[in-house]
């Protein structure tokens, strides 16, 4: 079910028309604008970026390979799954993996800004896309399984969007996360990606029980490269100054204030480095897949239901 964001009034059709007061949302370059006042500037993330990552996605050991773990894990514990949702899609790179393992379902993405939309649209010409803040969903009860990668560390507002997607989510749904882990890693890329946080061990799990989920699988991963991880973060310490580690609650990081920094420069590697460190990913996978979920690692993936 749709919600109207003037009335509140829940309806099931097609269209956004509000079938009771009768309004339609705006469309921005061609997409239904849900939070229009956010879609070509705000303090989440750097529009700017996406043409840059549309041609590295890929092509990187990194979202390469996580990719492969997020099919894997939506397979294994949503293979039904008809009905799928995207918060913060960018440039469509998750959403395109989704679509060719889940064929049959139906797929939308949804960004905070329409410049990744059109990214996304190219990748993903099935999918409908629309503008939204993750932290307003406008739906109800709708969803099989909604995605979040890599998007709750751009929002202070986390829990209000862990309780918008459970909303959001048919009883019995699922959400699928995943998010950069350990504040000590914490550097001048994630101020760069406008990162408010990396979360603390055993965040995110007490986040997603709070709003309202039972986890079902979680584990860490980028676990083996993790020393390559930290030795490049110490190099860009030593390098630039890191302003502040944590961030302060509240402070969002624009690009003027690293703009020596770029967050793809720590993933633009030598072709043979590249394929070595998406190998050393690929057999971390197994090990996943085996049962072993690393304690460490730079990112963290979570799977949990709506009961």
Known sequence: MKFCLICSDQFDTRSWACPTCGFIPSQID??????????????????????????LEAKNFWFRGRNQLIVWALKRYFPQADRLLEIG????????????????????GTDIFC?????????????????????????????????AFDVLEHIEEDGTVLREIFAALRPGGG??????QHPWLWSKQDEYACHVRRYRTGELREKVLRAGFQVVFETSFVSFLLPAMFVSRLFMYRKNK??????????MFQRDQCSNVNPTDELRLPTMINTAFETVMNVE????????????GGSRLLIARRL
């Open 30 to 55: 061609g997409y239904f604008a849900l939070a229009p006042a956010l879609a070509k500037e705000n303090s989440h993330y750097t529009p700017e970026a996406y043409p840059e990552l549309a041609a």
């Open 285 to 296: 996978r197994r090990i996943i897949r085996l049962g072993i979920q690393p304690p460490w």
């Open 115 to 147: 410049a990744g939309l059109a990214h996304a649209a190219r990748r993903v010409p099935g999918a409908e896309l629309y503008q939204m803040d993750a932290r307003c969903i406008p739906y109800r009860d709708e969803f099989d399984v909604i995605g």
């Open 89 to 108: 899609c960018g440039t469509g790179f998750v959403l395109s993996g989704i679509a060719e393992a889940f064929p049959e379902s139906k797929l939308i």
């Open 242 to 251: 890191v302003s502040e580690n944590p961030p302060r609650r509240g402070i």
């Open 175 to 180: 959400i699928a996360v995943t998010v950069p």
